[in-house]
């Protein structure tokens, strides 16, 4: 079954591009589990080739494309309202495996997973991240609320999921599903069960692991540092954590809400990692 949709770009350029995409080398690769995508990468937009594509998650399948279409004209509402998230501009699906095409995210990946092991990479992006405007961590906080609220998975375990431009700031990409009471399986979110959800997320810029797959890796990095960088290090992860903290604040997350997240067992690692949690608001 051939199934194909056309939002905001036309027929005959997608087309182009994903047939130039059988002679393009593989930009990026990423593998969840029960989608194989490739990333291939042009001047303004972004070609994935995606297994599976009529999978919205692990569990729910999606045959005619009908969910990612809502889901595409979700984020392109989204984008409208000032939210940064990279929308879906067309997508194609040959018997259950496709193509999605995207604009290219401004910037550069939150973290770029195959240089997280390079220590001089860190303290790089570390020290690039602290020096952003509390603006840009404000609207990033305000953007995950929407983009949750819209009943769209951001997906939290991987800080290549998102980007970061110093000029625009933070970009979402990958918003490939709806969680799954969108689906009927399931209730929906509370109020409450969003905002602790923000909050978790909301730390992302810090670096630290998220995913057990990154935890050697973090460790690996802690341990190649010297004592001057480790303090850099430490310095430098506690001014955006604390950007990340004002922001909650600002978008009206509760001093309550935020100390029950970074005090939680579910925060533990963060915390022992790079001993973070400073609990003033003003500090």
């Known amino acids: ?25 593989i930009e990026k690769h990423g593998d969840n589990g029960f989608q194989n995508t490739k990333v291939y990468l042009f001047d303004d937009y972004a070609v994935l080739k995606m297994q599976n594509i009529t999978f919205r998650n692990v569990i729910n399948q999606d045959i005619d494309l009908k969910h990612l279409e809502r889901l595409a004209v979700t984020l392109l509402e989204l984008q409208s309202l000032g939210v940064s998230s990279v929308p879906i501009s067309a997508f194609q699906s040959i018997n259950g495996n496709g193509f999605i095409i995207q604009p290219r995210a401004k910037g550069a990946e939150l973290y770029d997973k195959d240089k997280i092991s390079d220590k001089n990479y860190v303290m790089e992006r570390v020290k690039l991240l602290s020096y952003a405007p509390q603006e840009h961590f404000d609207k990033f906080v305000a953007d995950i609320i929407k983009i949750i609220s819209a009943g769209i998975i951001v997906d939290f375990m991987g800080k290549d999921n998102f980007f970061y431009d110093e000029n625009i700031g933070f970009q979402f990409i990958d918003l490939n599903a709806h969680y799954d009471y969108e689906y009927g399986n399931g209730e929906k979110f509370t109020d409450d069960d969003i905002k602790q959800m923000v909050v978790f997320g909301s730390f992302l810029p810090c670096y630290f692991d998220t995913a057990p797959q990154y935890r050697d890796t973090v460790t690996k990095v802690f341990s190649e540092l010297n004592e001057n960088e480790r303090s850099l290090l430490k310095e430098y992860n506690t001014v955006i954590f604390n950007k990340c903290k004002i922001a909650l604040f ?7 809400t935020i100390n029950e997240i970074i005090l939680s067992e579910r925060f533990f690692l963060q915390n022992q990692q790079f001993e973070l949690v400073c609990l003033d608001k003003t500090s």
């Open 1 to 25: 079954m051939f199934i194909e949709k056309y939002l905001d770009i036309d027929q005959e350029n997608a087309q182009q591009m994903i047939n130039a995409t059988e002679k393009m080398i």
């Open 250 to 256: 600002n978008n009206e997350i509760s001093e309550k």
